[in-house]
Antibody
Framework: EVQLVESGGGLIQPGGSLRLSCAVS????????MTWVRQAPGKGLEWVSV???????YYADSVKGRFTISRDNSKNTLYLQMNTLRAEDTAVYYC?????????????????WGQGTMVTVSS | IQVTQSPSSLSASVGDRVTITCRAS??????LNWYQQKPGKAPSLLIY???TLQSGVPSRFSGSGSGTDFTLTISGLQPEDFATYYC?????????FGQGTKVEIK
């Protein structure tokens, strides 16, 4: 069964660090694009970061320099290391599989999502 | 690329035809996806490449548009369709989302 299970969320003080994990089953993170998307309470979806098969990574401007996406192929797990956390980072964090669908072009879609893990940054 | 949805919310009755629009700040050709999110749940993919339904999505959902202006239509709203809908551009990274449209029961 294809499944993503996030963990590692919790309450953290401003300026602190947290590492989120996304345990993957049913496919390999090593040959799949993987992303993180977050959702602040009562707000919309915000794309956070992606890691490509090549290992190339990209980040939203709001987290660049503070967050690091990585993967452990041996554990088939995706990570998001979050440093220097701010109140505005408070959100549910989802990991998602990014697949390419082919038609008249190649289309990136987030077809499998985890259940999310809540991160609360507050003193 | 900025993506703007309208309206932010709407009220409709079962059986109604509902239309949600999405506008990109520059041309994204047909690189436009739609997701549905129910309260307390992760989003799920509805439509990609403007109009291609994800497997298992009912045919009452349809999408149209190109360039900068796109539409999601639900023809014959069902009770299970009351949710929040997001468009997303996949033309370039970051793959930005619209701010969402909440479809509520009238």
């Amino acid at each position: 069964e294809v499944q993503l299970v996030e963990s590692g969320g919790g309450l953290i003080q401003p300026g602190g660090s947290l590492r989120l994990s996304c345990a993957v089953s049913g496919f390999s993170v090593s040959n799949t694009y993987m992303t993180w998307v977050r959702q602040a309470p009562g707000k919309g979806l915000e794309w956070v970061s992606v890691v490509y098969v090549t290992g190339n990574t990209y980040y939203a401007d709001s987290v660049k320099g503070r967050f690091t996406i990585s993967r452990d192929n041996s554990k088939n797990t995706l990570y998001l290391q979050m440093n220097t956390l701010r109140a505005e980072d408070t959100a549910v964090y989802y990991c998602a599989r990014e697949m390419v669908r082919y038609g008249s072009g190649s289309y990136d879609v987030f077809d499998i999502w985890g259940q999310g893990t809540m991160v609360t940054v507050s003193s | 690329i900025q993506v703007t949805q309208s309206p932010s919310s709407l009220s409709a009755s079962v059986g109604d035809r509902v239309t949600i629009t999405c506008r990109a700040s520059q041309s994204i050709a047909n690189y436009l996806n739609w997701y549905q999110q129910k309260p307390g749940k992760a989003p799920s993919l509805l439509i990609y490449a403007v109009s291609t339904l994800q497997s298992g999505v009912p045919s009452r959902f349809s999408g149209s548009g190109s360039g900068t202006d796109f539409t999601l239509t639900i023809s014959g709203l069902q009770p299970e369709d009351f949710a929040t809908y997001y468009c997303q551009q996949s033309y370039s990274v970051p793959h930005t989302f619209g701010q969402g449209t909440k479809v509520e029961i009238k």
